[in-house]
């Protein structure tokens, strides 16, 4: 079967006119984390856009957006790499698997201090709302991110962005209180990330999950531990996930 096929009977997500991944598996956390790994150059830490994209899902993003102090002029799959060269304290990046990851409440301050140089400000506050509620910090807690690193210059609009996605926060809290669903949409949105999968839980490749988000520990925290387990075991790899990782059209 074609890419194309497969693309419109929704079995594949592409990512461009010749490759793409497995959509169930873009369904849990640990198989977008394996997806992302295999996508970002080695020895980078997916970050921005990226890394929202491994904690909370939804429509893969534009770019390939990457922690590194190197500059990469080719492409991944068709989209730019964004390299970002700053730093970021070690408690701030954490393991999925075998992908570096910059932290749901970091990730939220770096999209914060780049709200201003991207289209759809709402809609990116909107989702840092769903990730606070998904991973159970708060609008204070970037905030006191931010104040650690004084010297970035957009952090006015960092703290702007902030506090609009604070009114989305509170809007959920406010719906949570009144017994309605809480999160606004997109694959995971809220504590539970993805349906059936959950948050990071238990230990994988030497990362205490349970021990750094003990705030996050998912409802169906036995699912999420199966799925780790059979990604470690490589059971997907038997499944028509080529190299593990993506699926490419043969050509």
Request: charged share 20%.
């Amino acid at each position: 079967m074609s890419l194309h096929r497969l693309s419109r009977v929704g079995s594949v997500c592409s990512l461009d006119g010749h490759s793409g991944y497995w959509s169930e598996h873009a369904d849990s956390l640990y198989g977008r984390a394996l997806i992302v790994h295999n996508i970002i150059p080695s020895s980078t830490v997916a970050c921005m856009r990226t890394a929202l994209w491994v904690w909370m899902g939804g429509m893969f993003p534009e770019t390939v957006d990457v922690l590194s102090g190197s500059h990469y002029r080719t492409t991944r799959h068709s989209r730019p790499i964004c390299a970002f060269a700053r730093r970021v304290e070690r408690e701030h990046v954490v393991r999925l698997g075998d992908l570096n990851i910059t932290s749901p409440p970091r990730t939220a301050c770096d999209i914060a201090t780049m709200a201003n140089r991207r289209p759809g400000t709402a809609i990116f506050a909107d989702r840092v709302a769903d990730l606070m509620h998904a991973y159970c910090f708060t609008p204070e807690e970037c905030h006191d991110i931010l104040d650690m690193n004084p010297c970035i210059g957009t952090m006015p609009h960092a703290k702007a962005f902030l506090n609009t996605a604070r009114m989305y926060y509170e809007e959920r809290n406010h719906a949570k209180v009144r017994g309605r669903p809480v999160g606004a949409g997109g694959a995971g949105a809220v504590a539970g990330v993805s349906a059936g999968t959950g948050a990071d839980a238990g230990t994988n490749n030497g990362f205490d999950t349970d021990a750094l988000w003990h705030r996050t520990v998912p409802p169906k925290e036995h699912e999420a531990q199966e799925q780790a387990a059979e990604l470690q075991n490589g059971e997907l790899r038997h499944r028509g996930f080529r190299g593990g990782e993506s699926w490419e059209q043969e050509r």
